[in-house]
């Protein structure tokens, strides 16, 4: 009845797997897509576009990694205290053996009772740190989306688009390749238009004040 360590890595996981997937849950979005000029009437001047690797600027944000650690820390007490539960049940399962009667009868009830809850509390724990990942996926998405609206503002961007342009195209599947494709948006950025970095370096400067 002990708990499965592969089965709580995949939960302490979850944090970096949300990371992971914020651009292609995003796919080619807009980020702090407000124009810089908002408010004035429209002229014949091109408008002036950067980007974004998504991907990139979360995984890079000090932010990001402080909340991770926090998943973390809860998917290991939880782990600790499952596996604490399952070694009472498993010790009250072996102690069936020495009984007999009304005694076994009601001890048998209180295994089943203790290894159904003992399921369910592994199911809630893994869903409550699915939840919490999800959260903090969202609330980071939010204030990048809110940084890089700053930033264009500053720089005086009309746009700031998520980068697909490096997406990987599966070799070893005709269908999952075709759909890679043709959701692309972009097949070539000039690396100039990129703010990924400069949009990580305000961020981070940001959360390192709030810190203090």
């Known amino acids: 009845m002990a708990t499965s360590n592969g089965g709580w890595k995949r939960v302490a996981g979850i944090a970096g797997c949300c990371a992971a997937l914020a651009a292609a849950i995003v ?36 932010e990001q990694k402080s909340k991770q650690r926090e998943l973390e820390d809860n998917a290991k007490a939880e782990e600790a205290r499952l596996k604490s539960f ?59 989306d809110a940084a890089a609206e700053n930033l264009a503002k500053k720089n ?7 980068s697909d342009e490096k997406a990987p195209i599966p070799q070893d599947d005709q269908a999952a390749a075709r759909r890679a494709m043709l959701l692309k948006r972009m097949l070539y950025v000039n ?8 949009l990580v370096q305000t961020m981070n400067n940001e959360f390192a004040m709030g810190k203090r």
């Not at 010790?91 to 009304?102: S, V």
């Not at 005086?156 to 998520?162: A, E, F, W």
């Open 27 to 62: 796919g080619s979005g807009v980020i702090g897509a407000r124009s810089a000029r908002a408010g004035f009437a429209p002229s014949n001047q091109a408008p002036i576009v950067a980007i974004v690797d998504l991907e990139t600027v979360i995984n890079s944000l000090d």
């Open 86 to 144: 399952a070694e009472q049940v498993e010790g009250e399962k072996k102690a069936l053996d020495g009984l007999t009667g009304d005694a076994r009868a009601t001890a048998e009830r209180k295994f089943r009772d203790d290894l159904f809850k003992l399921e369910f509390e592994r199911q809630l724990a893994t869903r409550n740190l699915n939840i919490r990942g999800g959260e903090m996926l969202r609330d980071l998405y939010m204030k990048v």
């Open 156 to 162: 005086g961007y009309d746009l700031v688009l998520v």
């Open 191 to 198: 690396p100039t238009l990129d703010i990924t970095q400069e």
